[in-house]
């Protein structure tokens, strides 16, 4: 009986020597992070003027470049200004194009190779709350059901990871969220990293929702979106709602229906 205690304790002591080791862990990839492309605000209260998205273009030229050995996509431009032609209408895909100089960014199909999710599972800091890691996955699956051709498998292992998502407590600027990513030279997306903030700037907590909101916006950046001026979509630079916007579902499907690359040249 003695020694079914001491076992037990002992497996105590190491459960939470796994979970401390976990909360600190912070991804090596971050700290020599290339590019940041996006560094978010949620609007604390609607009735906020609106601001221009002064960190989105400042951010687009900071995209890094990283050569890799995936396959040149298949292109051609004739077909790829076809389908944009027939599927832009009701989208913000242009404005995308306009931050990027006509190039369009995303992963290759990933739906039998899912890209690996590590989510930082607690955390030390004020205000953290155990559901949202959960939430955090959610926001991953809301937009392969979007029909993204990218599936998402969330890890335990940091180190083995595609994509880390971090809790921070506040930015030294007004935003609530950032990611960062990296595309190769045909302009496939290789590699990416998210933090959220658990606080405003000013130090007061960020609610719940909006911490879904602002992971369901870097998700989108992820995938190769960028902002729109359309303040019903998820991806305004200043984040108002709480779910992917129709419009927002028919842009990442246009992303994704071209290959990665220029539109407007061969
Ligand atoms: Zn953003």
């Keep these: ?143 392969t059901r979007a029909g993204v051709p990218v599936a998402f498998t969330f890890v335990v292992d940091s180190a083995s990871c595609d994509i880390p998502v971090v809790w921070v407590d506040k930015f030294d600027m007004p935003i609530s969220g950032r990611t960062r990513w990296t595309r190769d030279q045909h302009w496939w997306i290789i590699g990416s990293s998210i933090e959220v903030a658990l606080h405003h700037q000013t130090g007061t907590p960020l609610e719940p929702e909006a911490i879904y909101a602002i992971t369901l916006h870097e998700v989108g950046h992820v995938l190769g979106l960028d902002h729109t001026q359309d303040e019903r979509s998820i991806m305004a630079a200043r984040v108002r709602v709480h779910d992917l916007s129709d419009v927002d579902e028919r842009t990442v499907q246009l992303v994704y229906s071209i290959p990665p690359g220029s539109v407007t040249k061969p």
Excluded: C
């Design 1 to 143: 009986m003695k020694r079914a205690v001491a076992v037990l304790s002992l497996l105590i002591v190491a459960m939470a020597v796994f979970i401390v080791a976990q909360a600190r862990h912070v991804p090596s990839r971050l700290a020599h992070a290339v590019a940041v492309v996006a560094a978010d605000s949620v609007a604390a209260a609607p009735r906020i003027a609106e601001q221009p998205a002064t960190t989105a273009s400042g951010e687009a030229g900071l995209v890094s470049v990283r050569s890799s050995t995936l396959p040149a996509p298949k292109r051609d431009l004739a077909e790829i200004q076809r389908r944009l032609a027939d599927g832009e209408s009701g989208t913000y895909i242009r404005e995308i194009f306009l931050q990027r100089e006509d190039n369009n960014a995303r992963w290759p199909d990933r739906q039998l190779e899912p890209l690996r999710v590590w989510v930082q599972p607690s955390s030390a800091l004020a205000d953290f709350h155990g559901s949202y890691p959960v939430r955090a996955r959610e926001a991953f699956e809301r937009w």
